[in-house]
């Protein structure tokens, strides 16, 4: 079946430019998961979504970060004034429902150059 | 900041040995997953223990866990080419549903 999708592949912007970046989860998983990683580094949590409803956005960096799952579904992780400490690869997650007893499937991410 | 600590930072070994690689954590945890990257298929779950577990088996995986000591164990025995990636340890604290990764280690498995 189809795993968890991401677009675009590759996004490069301009300096104070927005991006939005899509994710399209594992259809009948309820739980969503954005993480940013950088190079070297581990995924960093950003947001977690249980359902329509944002159940811990604590990892967003500050408020120039947005993300919504309108319908329990796709999720668009937004981005304003991008700054160039914002390029990362950006990975999206889904797991059959929230907590840690489930595996999340990861989709091959969004690189995001910001220049 | 990171929770987990992933120790060596790389590793070099040569296909049929076996490959160890730890995960230390800082505050108590609900459970502890492991997770391999590679270029070509991005981040795969490995697999998962829960905290009041002390050791799983998957294939040739074999994961501890000690809670006393805030650390897990990876180890894959008779590693192959395929091996080759980037290892993660994932926790997840008092807040169900956000985990955090630790910085990986990456093995390289030589034939």
């Known amino acids: 079946g189809a795993g968890v999708s991401q677009t675009p592949s590759n996004k490069v912007t301009e300096k104070g430019k927005y991006v939005e970046l899509r994710c399209d989860p594992i259809?009948?998983?309820?739980?969503l998961y954005w993480y940013r990683q950088s190079l070297g580094q581990g995924p960093e949590f950003l947001i977690y979504?249980?359902?329509?409803?944002?159940?811990?956005d604590s990892g967003l960096p500050n408020d120039r970060f947005f993300a919504v799952r309108p319908e329990g579904s796709v999720s668009t992780l937004k981005i304003q004034r991008t700054e160039r400490g914002d390029s990362a690869v950006y990975l999206c997650?889904?797991?059959?429902?929230?907590?840690?007893?489930?595996?999340?499937?990861f989709g091959p991410g969004t690189r995001l150059t910001v220049t | 900041s990171q929770q987990g600590e992933e120790d060596p930072q790389a590793l070099s070994i040569q296909e049929g040995e076996n490959a160890t690689m730890n995960c230390s954590y800082k505050?108590?945890?609900?459970?502890l997953q492991w997770y391999r990257q590679n270029s070509g298929r991005g981040l795969v779950h490995l697999i998962l223990?829960?905290?009041?577990?002390r050791e799983k088996h998957s294939g040739r995986l074999r994961v501890t866990l000690d809670t006393s000591k805030k650390s897990s164990s990876l180890l894959i025995t008779a590693s192959r080419a395929a091996d080759t990636a980037s290892y993660f340890c994932?926790?997840?604290?008092?807040?169900?549903?956000?985990?955090?990764f630790g910085a990986g280690t990456q093995v390289v498995v030589t034939p």
């Open positions: 997650a889904s797991s059959l429902t929230g907590g840690f007893a489930y595996e999340q499937y």
């Open positions: 259809s009948g998983h309820t739980a």
């Open positions: 979504f249980q359902g329509t409803g944002a159940a811990d």
């Open positions: 505050t108590s945890i609900n459970n």
């Open positions: 223990i829960r905290s009041n577990e």
């Open positions: 994932a926790t997840e604290t008092d807040s169900w549903g956000k985990f955090q």
